[in-house]
């Protein structure tokens, strides 16, 4: 018989600097009022140490995604781990946790699939339990946006909307009769490449970073945000209804919906398109801000200890970002 994968442990981190919509009115012409009325987000974190990479933030996530997985670091065979903001060019985050995991010789793949990255890690975690080829996987999804991010006037658009965080979740054989992960669903389509990417540097420029780049701004993410708010509401709710069919099941059946969390005003337009009473959708976006392919697994890891999520709670996941990539998935927990 084909096992069942499912979700038996989550954990997540934030780093302890807490920064306001006020601190950022501080270092840009903005303020606490259009912040929170655009996007919800009223704090984010970011680290406050030089050094402190995106598998950094990750570690705690995983080691608490195991503990309440029941399982030891070493029960673990394989890892991935997604991140647009990977500690450093090459090699991958995942290798990076896996050596501060202790883990030596154990797999690691690293996702670039932005905010769709923790679907997209989770949907190939299930396919290799599924498939017999490991038994416990970490999947990880942590950023660090903060060094990245232009904090000026030039840049306040998208600076407003990112913070650092790691979400974990630990996969392995489903343990219960109707447990597991349902399906996942994934998407892409690179006519939305341009409309929210960092352009350099880049292996397709000679040289890959010059002065006028960066004097132009082109190592900042660049966003197109009426096109991204447009194109996000659309396929998010396409996606959770795609998935939600395939389970047969109807949004009333739904326990929980955890959304990406890239803006308070998308995932409310989401949650009205779908007729999911508030009550049942999960955000925490006010408090962290847009932490990208760590959201979704700091949204389960929050649930779980709140008692949101208890076995058999059923919970629908959708996710939009650059690419564009968005996805879905149910899983039962
Ligand atoms: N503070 C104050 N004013 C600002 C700021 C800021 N941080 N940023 C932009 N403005 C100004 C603009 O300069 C503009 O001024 P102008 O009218 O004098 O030209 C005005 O506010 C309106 O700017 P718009 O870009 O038209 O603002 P819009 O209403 O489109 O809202 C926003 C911008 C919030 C980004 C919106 O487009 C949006 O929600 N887009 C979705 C993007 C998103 O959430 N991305 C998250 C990352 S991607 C992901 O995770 C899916």
Request: proline share 4%; aromatic share 8%.
């Amino acid at each position: 018989m084909q096992e069942r994968a499912a979700i038996l442990g989550s954990g997540h981190y934030v780093p302890p600097r807490v920064v306001t919509n006020d601190d950022l009115a501080q270092m840009f012409d903005t303020s606490d009022e259009w912040i929170v009325q655009r996007t919800g987000i009223r704090e984010r974190r970011f680290i406050d140490e030089s050094g402190t990479g995106a598998s950094d933030l990750a570690l705690p996530a995983a080691k608490m995604a195991i503990e309440q997985a029941g399982l030891e670091v070493g029960d673990i065979d394989a890892i991935i781990f997604a991140t647009l903001s990977p500690d450093i060019y090459f090699p991958g985050s995942g290798c990076l946790l896996g050596h501060k995991l202790g883990l030596g010789g154990v797999p690691a793949l690293d996702v670039r699939n932005q905010c769709s990255g923790f679907l997209y890690s989770l949907s190939v975690a299930d396919a290799w339990i599924r498939g017999g080829m490991y038994r416990n996987v970490l999947v990880v999804g942590a950023e660090v946006h903060s060094t990245g991010i232009e904090l000026a006037d030039r840049g306040r658009d998208v600076a407003v909307l990112f913070g650092d965080g790691a979400g974990a979740v630990v996969v392995g054989a489903a343990k219960r009769e109707g447990q597991g992960i349902k399906t996942v669903e994934l998407h892409a389509d690179g006519v939305g490449a341009q409309d929210l990417w960092v352009e350099a540097p880049a292996s397709m420029f000679i040289p890959r970073l010059d002065e006028g780049m960066l004097a132009e701004g082109r190592h900042y993410p660049r966003m197109n945000g009426r096109q991204v708010f447009r194109w996000a509401t659309e396929k998010m709710p396409e996606v959770a209804h795609a998935v939600l069919g395939k389970c047969d099941l109807k949004v009333d059946d739904v326990d929980l919906f955890i959304p990406h969390q890239a803006n308070m005003r998308i995932n409310q337009m989401v949650a009205k398109r779908l007729g999911i009473t508030d009550d049942r959708v999960v955000h925490n976006i006010e408090r962290y801000g847009n932490t990208t392919a760590a959201t979704i697994p700091i949204g389960i890891s929050e649930s779980w200890r709140e008692g949101k999520l208890e076995p058999g709670s059923k919970v629908l996941f959708a996710a939009f970002g650059a690419g564009f990539t968005w996805a879905g998935a149910v899983v039962e927990f």
